[in-house]
């Protein structure tokens, strides 16, 4: 069996975005339990020399959505760490991601197969085809983002488990 680009990449996003919705929704709800402010875990980390859950979010909806608009432009960059959220916009920022990767078309996503995609940051130059750039770079890093925000979350108390890091797990029929 081959896998289309739209099937190995795009419906992996959908399993995950719901699961990072999911993960900020429980730690929300266990800082309300706990009367604890929810914007503290907007700077929380797992270790001092590690970036918050605030880099982890922005992170993740980089390697989604801005890997998607990478595509289409045929380049990427890091992301923009200027952005300035408070917990609800990290949710938000995360939905929106989500909202723009549920309203892809299979068509076009496997449109994008063998095009060009270049990521540039500072003094690295690295110039990938679409499926490269999405399976070896873009896919990996938003797995690494995604577990670190689930461990954050976890480690400040969110009642969390491995269901809920997985999303719903594709089976068939669906």
């Known amino acids: 069996m081959s896998l289309s680009l739209y099937d190995a990449v795009i419906r992996t996003y959908l399993q995950f975005l719901p699961g990072v919705d999911q993960c900020l929704e429980r730690g929300r709800a266990q800082c309300a339990a706990t009367n604890r402010d929810v914007d503290e875990l907007v700077a929380c980390r797992i270790f001092p020399d590690m970036l918050p859950l605030h880099f982890q979010i922005v992170t993740l909806v980089h390697m989604s959505a801005g890997a998607v608009t ?46 060009e995609v270049t990521f540039r940051a500072g003094d690295v130059t690295l110039p990938f085809v679409a499926e490269d750039f999405f399976l070896s770079f873009a896919v990996p890093h938003f797995y690494f983002h995604t577990t670190t925000a689930y461990d954050i979350l976890r480690k400040e ?13 594709r089976t068939r029929g669906n």
Request: avoid cysteine; charge should be negative; glycine fraction near 16%.
């Open 157 to 169: 108390g969110a009642p969390l488990g491995k269901a809920d890091f997985l999303g719903t797990v």
């Open 70 to 115: 990478a595509a289409r432009k045929g380049t990427f960059g890091a992301p923009d760490l200027t952005l300035a959220f408070d917990y609800a916009g990290l949710q938000n920022h995360a939905r929106e991601a989500l909202g723009m990767i549920e309203a892809l078309e299979p068509a076009e996503v496997d449109g994008w197969a063998g095009r």
